[in-house]
């Protein structure tokens, strides 16, 4: 069985540029959800996925956008990016609570 | 308002050493409560869940409705317990609310 996997591990970016982040669920596992932490701070809930469909949504703009595939990957897209997106995003799998996390992207945007 | 507080951004103790990290909540229902566990250089991890009442690693963690809390608890504290622990709360989905982490660091 494996974890929880993300791509890229590190990114960087300009201001305005659009940026795709990948996960990959742990097996079996049909929620993701994902969380922005941005340094020193806990992370904040974006947006949550169940079998394709988004299940819950957090207070971040609509150029926040995300997919889940058939076999519940998923994807985050941020367009217009702006320096304050820059931090750490995480992916957390989970099938019935406890969610699991994945390492993480760090985006930076310049 | 949903919020997670965690009042210490650091608490340092000696090995052997009691621990009690603290954590607060706000939250309108019956929330779930989690404690997330960050190791020096590794992923978010849970530690525990309040539902499950169990012991991991010698931390417990009661939740006390009449005083909103879930504090962490360990009675002997060991240099490999250094991290970055996470209080988090679920309501009726499994969105989870993070309070902003407190850095424990056990010295030897």
């Known amino acids: 069985e494996t974890g929880v996997t993300q791509s890229p591990t590190h990114l960087i970016k300009t201001r305005g540029q659009q940026v795709t982040l990948r996960c990959s669920s742990q097996?079996?596992?049909?929620?993701v959800s994902w969380y922005q932490q941005a340094l020193g701070q806990g992370p904040q809930f974006i947006f949550q996925y169940y079998r394709e469909e988004e299940n819950g949504r957090g207070n971040f703009p609509p150029r926040f956008s995300g997919l889940q595939f058939p076999n519940y990957s998923s994807e985050l897209n941020v367009n217009a990016l702006e320096l304050d997106d820059s931090a750490l995003y995480l992916c957390a799998s989970s099938i019935q609570g406890g969610q699991f996390f994945g390492p993480g992207t760090r985006l930076t945007v310049l | 308002a949903q919020r997670v507080t965690q009042p210490e951004k650091l608490l340092s103790v000696f090995k052997g050493a009691p621990v009690e990290l603290k954590c607060n909540y706000s939250?309108?229902?019956?929330?779930?409560l989690f404690w997330y566990v960050q190791y020096s250089r590794q992923r978010l991890q849970l530690l525990l869940r309040h539902i499950s009442r169990e012991s991991i690693k010698g931390f417990t963690a009661d939740l006390n409705k009449g005083e909103t809390s879930f504090h962490l608890k360990k009675p002997f504290a060991q240099e490999e317990d250094s991290a970055m622990y996470y209080c988090?709360?679920?309501?009726?989905?499994?969105?989870?609310?993070f309070g902003t982490g407190t850095r424990l660091q056990v010295f030897p």
């Open positions: 097996s079996g596992h049909n929620t």
């Open positions: 939250y309108s229902g019956s929330p779930e």
């Open positions: 988090a709360l679920s309501g009726n989905t499994d969105k989870l609310i």
